[in-house]
T-cell receptor
Framework: QKEVEQDPGPLSVPEGAIVSLNCTYS??????FMWYRQYSRKGPELLMY??SSGNKEDGRFTAQVDKSSKYISLFIRDSQPSDSATYLC??????????WGAGTKLIIKP | DTGVSQDPRHKITKRGQNVTFRCDPI?????LYWYRQTLGQGPEFLTY????????KSRLLSDRFSAERPKGSFSTLEIQRTEQGDSAMYLC?????????????FGPGTRLTVT
């Protein structure tokens, strides 16, 4: 079993919909939780990070962490075709290294 | 600030050949990471440097892989005697600070195809 599980998708939604992306993890020691966006043939770029449990909002993006359930989510409101990309969750381990999910491919249909 | 750059962007090589990739981090970033990413997977950690010192190397990294960061600036990743299983995207990232692994800035990657 992988330490971080993420549904690979693809997830296809119409423009303007609310998107929910999720990851589960097994290591209760994880404290930092990150979401990266990766466009085709590009490197990942950091969208948001959250420390411990709780919510964090940045524009149309909201990250949630539920440590009791070992579950994190990224919500995208008013989704745009430009949001079409692969979204990767990542978590920091005790050695300050990132443990990554496999990524969910998101398609926003105009 | 031009971001992290990697060269070449694409490399096709025959099995058994050696290849070398270069990464130029954001200037003054003292941490540099190498990852490997295959289709449909997240990046897999290979190694990282704090300035010129290689501080950690993944146990998954075979002896055919070696990385250097002379003078703490650019870094090279060499793969000797390439195998078809080495075909992947090789990503480099740099970070300005210790202990903040989330603050990693990625380059566009080098896509390696071993035939």
């Amino acid at each position: 079993q992988k330490e971080v599980e993420q549904d690979p998708g693809p997830l296809s939604v119409p423009e303007g919909a609310i998107v929910s992306l999720n990851c589960t993890y097994s290591n209760s020691a994880f404290q930092y939780f990150m979401w990266y966006r990766q466009y085709s043939r590009k490197g990942p770029e950091l969208l948001m990070y959250t420390y411990s449990s709780g919510n964090k909002e940045d524009g149309r993006f909201t990250a949630q962490v539920d440590k009791s359930s070992k579950y994190i989510s990224l919500f995208i409101r008013d989704s745009q075709p430009s949001d079409s990309a692969t979204y990767l969750c990542a978590m920091e381990d005790s050695n300050y290294q990132l443990i990554w999910g496999a990524g969910t491919k998101l398609i926003i249909k105009p | 600030d031009t971001g992290v750059s990697q060269d070449p962007r694409h490399k096709i090589t025959k099995r058994g050949q050696n290849v070398t990739f270069r990464c130029d981090p954001i200037s003054e970033h003292n941490r540099l990471y190498w990852y490997r990413q295959t289709l449909g997977q997240g990046p897999e950690f290979l190694t990282y440097f704090q300035n010129e010192a290689q501080l950690e190397k993944s146990r998954l990294l075979s002896d055919r892989f070696s990385a250097e960061r002379p003078k703490g600036s650019f870094s090279t990743l060499e793969i000797q005697r390439t195998e078809q299983g080495d075909s992947a995207m090789y990503l480099c990232a740099s970070s300005p600070r210790e202990g903040l692994s989330y603050e990693q800035y990625f380059g566009p990657g080098t896509r390696l195809t071993v035939t």
